[in-house]
């Protein structure tokens, strides 16, 4: 289980969380929505330690990762899986080692063994042949299954995905949530996704919660969210712009 | 009452106060990268096949360019001295001169001036785009020390590298002020390298050789540091690589003076 509790967090002078209270249970898929710049990626980042609050408390498990020493927070971090939203693979290594680089690095496992691992998670999300590749050579949705991949090696508890399906086109961006979806139920995981993407939101969640000027202002499962009654939410997931008086300047 | 003139004053005092402290705080980051460097140096010997391969695209590619400088500043030096000597001082004098100035200066400083430009930048510039494109945030998220797998054994590297690059800048240094002077000179070759035995002592070695390590150490945290600081896409990377150049060159010159206080 995660709890999130009263997480400030600034850049410069710009306040992006002012108090986010969230608690994630375990097995649950929760989808974090918000507009583009809101904080979505931020309040992700605190969940595995990648950003530092300015107070508030992120507990995975019951521990306190806000507070953990770095040998502490590795060993919470290893529970986690990340895809990030350009998948953020290592350019220099192939699509195997990129897979494989955390099992090398935290288990003793032997070549062939892990070898048989990469082609399972690779398996998983039906990429299995492209070991030798670069990820240069991939296109968006490949690089995006290969993160997926690389983030399952570990076997986490957690899965975070990052816009999982922004930047591909809405047959890649549908397969991408069936990916989730499946990976969800075969792997047994929480998942949480931070997205803009309301398709994908409401097919991959069983919850979820809105951020907004920093708060969290609304949680309910993806049909209350599409009946809810609350304006901000109700335009957002619409796709309704404020009604505010556009200026046409003649040039 | 403030004048215009005071409110300049003013104005100076504030930029500089300001300008003075940003570069405490940044000194004091590379301080503790420094110290986690350290704390992590194991990983050398655990990830010996990083440390290996950094050696090998730090150290062995950057021979060419390294010998390159070398040769010609021997050559320079050679031909410089010739000219400056001649009707002073005897000639035999020159092959020691030569020899003192590039093991004691312009091996380690030069060697260590090119080193910034070629691998200081290129460490910033690698780890500035890994930062920007969420590489460095992936490895951490997979619980890997990002200064463990891309600062250790890249400094790790230079540390050791950076002499062994100089004993060979100055080894064809001296050969080519060798050639150029016996060659184009006029001098005989027994003038040239007679005395260089009379005036070899360890200490000068050591001396240089320390140099280096202390340019080779200095320009890679400069460049790991500027690289896992780097900010905003293409444009931060491209000012990221500058900056690293900038102030690698910048301390490898103040630390060439310090030590040269300090050893001599």
């Known amino acids: ?251 | 009452m403030t004048t215009p003139f005071s409110s300049i004053l003013l104005g100076l005092a504030q930029e500089f106060g300001r300008r003075t402290l940003s570069f405490l705080i940044e000194l004091s980051r590379v301080t503790q990268l420094m110290r986690r460097v350290f704390v992590e140096i194991d990983g050398v010997v655990k990830d010996r096949g990083l440390f290996i391969k950094e050696c090998v695209t730090l150290g062995v590619n950057s021979l060419p360019l390294v010998l390159l400088v070398g040769i010609f500043t021997g050559a320079v030096t050679g031909w410089q001295s010739h000219y400056q000597l001649e009707g002073y001082m005897p000639f035999d004098l020159i092959g020691p001169g030569v020899w003192k100035s590039l093991m004691l200066e312009l091996g380690p400083a030069l060697t260590g001036l090119v080193i910034a430009g070629r691998v200081s930048a290129s460490i910033a510039a690698e780890i500035g785009t890994m930062k920007v494109t969420e590489q460095v945030d992936a490895l951490e998220s997979m619980a890997i020390s990002s200064v463990r797998y891309l600062a250790v054994p890249r400094i790790a590297a230079m540390t050791v590298m950076m002499p062994i690059l100089v004993i060979q800048s100055v080894t064809i240094g001296v050969l080519g002020a060798a050639f150029v002077l016996t060659a184009l000179m006029g001098m005989t070759s027994h003038q040239f390298w007679g005395l260089i035995p009379n005036f070899f002592h360890l200490y000068d070695i050591f001396a240089g050789l320390l140099k280096s390590v202390f340019f080779g150490l200095s320009a890679s945290i400069i460049g790991c540091y500027i690289g896992f600081r780097t900010e905003g896409g293409a444009e931060g990377v491209g000012a990221a690589t500058i900056t690293a150049f900038v102030w690698s060159c910048i301390t490898i010159l103040v630390l060439d003076f310090l030590l040269a206080m300090i050893l001599f």
């Open chain 1, 1 to 251: 289980m995660i709890e999130i509790r009263s997480l400030y967090k600034s850049f410069r002078d710009k306040q992006v969380l002012r108090g986010v209270d969230l608690t994630i249970e375990n097995g649950e898929s929760i989808t974090i929505i918000g507009q583009s710049g809101c904080g979505k990626s931020v309040l992700l980042k605190h969940l595995v330690g990648l950003l530092q609050p300015e107070s508030g408390a992120v507990i995975v498990d019951g521990r306190n990762i806000t507070t953990a020493k770095r040998k502490e927070l590795y060993d919470i971090r290893k529970r986690f899986g990340v895809l990030f939203q350009g998948a953020a693979l290592f350019d220099s290594m192939t699509v195997e080692e990129n897979v494989s680089l955390a099992l090398r690095t935290h288990t003793n496992q032997e070549t062939e063994k892990i070898a048989q691992r990469v082609e399972e998670c690779l398996t998983l999300v039906s990429m299995n042949g492209t070991q030798k590749l670069k990820p240069a050579e991939l296109s968006g949705g490949m690089k995006k299954r290969v993160g997926l991949a690389r983030a399952i090696a570990m076997q986490p508890s957690y899965i975070l995905y990052d816009e999982p399906t922004t930047g591909l086109d809405p047959i890649t961006a549908d397969s991408i949530n069936d990916l989730i979806i499946h990976l969800n139920h075969e792997l047994n995981v929480t998942t949480v996704v931070v997205t803009h993407d309301m398709v994908s939101a409401y097919k991959i969640s069983n919850r979820i919660v809105m951020l907004h000027k920093g708060q969290i202002i609304f949680s309910g499962t993806p049909e209350e969210t599409q009946h809810t009654t609350i304006d901000i939410v109700h335009r957002f997931v619409t796709g309704q712009a404020d009604e505010q008086p556009y200026v046409i300047t003649r040039y």
